[in-house]
Each structure stands twice: as C-alpha cells, then as structure tokens.
C-alpha cells in the first residue's frame, strides 16, 4: 500500500463520457514516501495540499487514494 503527501488537485465538474457519470470528482498528484509522483482519484473526504494520503484501491490501473 503506497502512501505519500498530495502535491496538487482539482475537482473535475466537466469530465469525458467514460466518466459522466462520476462528476463531481477530485484527482490529485501525489508524492510518494518512496519517491516519485503519480496521479490519481480521491475516495471518500476531499484532500488539499499537503495532506497525507493513502492508496486504498486499483481499477484499471488508476490507483484510488483517501485521507490516511
């Protein structure tokens, strides 16, 4: 389970078809403890900057992170 530190977001109001469905949604790049950066979906309470977060789940190869 990777954890890390949120970098920067944003809440996606106008999304492609394939995820109309889901808006509102927040992204978020976050730094990881292990080094590096990656991009993914916030589950749950919104994160700010410099939160710190958690990797929860995967789908489809998009990791899913929420508050830790």
Do not use: C, H, W
């Amino acid at each position: 389970m990777r954890t890390g530190t949120v970098y920067t977001e944003t809440v996606i109001y106008s999304a492609p078809e394939a995820f109309v469905n889901d808006v509102p949604y927040q992204t978020a790049i976050v730094s990881l403890d292990g080094g590096g950066r990656v991009t993914g979906r916030v589950l749950g309470d919104r994160v700010a900057i410099d939160d710190r977060v958690v990797e929860a789940e995967q789908r489809d190869g998009v990791p899913f992170f929420r508050k830790a």
